[in-house]
């Protein structure tokens, strides 16, 4: 067998240029934006996707350009002046044009943060926490978080990055206050429902006094019909006797036609005389 001998300055190019080859393509990940250094110095930055650079020269650092959080948690004080221990949270997004300048400027997304993000958050969070009693922190957690937004948003106003939905993670308050304020709740609430019953009470109240006066209003109603029916029935009967009072004036032969329809058919018992005459009794005797 014949051994094929091949010259070790051929290997090493070959390997040079597979190496060459592979550190001349990179790819920057989704949701990120690529600063290509060249010995160290940030030239340019690319969008997501495939790239060429140069080997050994270029170099290439990744900046997330997608929605980051951070989170703080601090000691404060309340209006009353009582200790509090606060955690809040902030959502934070680098501009994508400015991300080469971001990195120019700080370095990347870690120094940015300690250096400009995080202490203006705490200073924004410091600045509103002491405006509000704890009482108002606990059940109006909506003003502060607006209070601690506005005045983050004033602060990083100069910075290429957009900051938004605050939130109030936690509030630790001294145990005996907290205690405080559940026995303030508890009575608030009883007092509520005391206030509910006796609404219901009055309503109910008021109910069966409407219900009372509908009914007297009714009976009161029919009272003024009967009396108006009775008093057109005696106005109608007056007319009649009237009408007949006429009629008798005008027509003596009824006051005849009565007498004959009211005529049982039989004869008087008794007939009047004249002044001289007495009684006569036209009734038969009866027989002993």
Known sequence: MTKVNIPFKKIA????????????????????????????????????????KIPFIDSVEEIEVRTRKNEEKMASSTKEQMPVTISVSVNWTVDKAAALDLFRQYGGLSQFENRILDPRFRSATKDVIPQFDAEKLIQDRASAIQAIEANLIEEMKNFPVTVDNIQIEDIKLPAKYLTSIETKQTEKNLADAEKHKLARQNLEAQRDVNTAKAKADGIRLIAIAEAESIRIKGLAEAESITAKAKALVNNPLIVKLTEAQNWDGKLPATILGSSNMPILDMREKSKN
Request: avoid cysteine; glycine fraction near 12%.
């Open 13 to 52: 190019l070959g390997a040079a240029i597979v190496i060459s080859l592979l550190g001349s393509v990179y790819t920057v990940n989704e949701g990120h934006i690529g600063i290509v250094k060249r010995f160290s110095e940030a030239k340019t930055q690319v969008n997501p996707g495939l790239h060429f």
